[in-house]
């Protein structure tokens, strides 16, 4: 996802549902962009915390216990989503207010709605033989 958003170290990349954190953490520590993880369960904040101390990039990365539905993500240039379609359409109005032009979305699996064509569509196998399909936009 980070290699298909092109993320360089200029760019601050937001995780929406970040999970045990590892996107901001390889954003960070193979990039050299700043991170910031949104996760509704304080439990997986925590363990995301807990890894980017292990990584050596907790000075890179920040994580926030908040419903991404009212994460303020203005200062991203990189949004990562691994959510159903249901709530990237959901998620669409905030990203395309907040966000500034040039940023990029990048979704896993999940498209934004037929109405929201991605701007490019990478489809692979990964490493465990899985069907990937990512998607991309582009902020105008």
């Avoid at 216990?65 to 994460?71: F, H, R």
């Avoid at 490019?120 to 936009?137: C, H, K, M, N, P």
Wanted: aromatic fraction near 8%; charged fraction near 25%.
């Amino acid at each position: 996802m980070l290699a298909f958003a092109k993320v360089t170290r200029d760019d601050v990349v937001y995780d929406l549902g970040c999970g045990d954190g590892r996107i901001p953490i390889a954003a960070a520590r193979k990039y050299g962009a700043r991170g910031v993880g949104f996760d509704i369960d304080p439990a997986l904040i925590d363990l995301a915390k807990a890894n980017a101390r292990a990584a050596g990039v907790e000075d890179r990365v920040d994580f926030h216990v908040q419903n991404v539905m009212t994460a303020d993500v203005s200062k991203a240039t990189v949004v990562t989503l691994f959510l159903l379609s249901s709530s990237n359409e959901r998620l669409r109005p905030m990203l395309t207010q907040q966000l500034k032009p040039g940023a990029r979305i990048v979704s896993h699996a999940f498209s934004m709605g037929r109405d929201w064509p991605a701007d490019a569509i990478d489809q692979f196998v990964s490493a465990r033989g899985d069907e990937v399909t990512l998607y991309l936009w582009r902020i105008k």
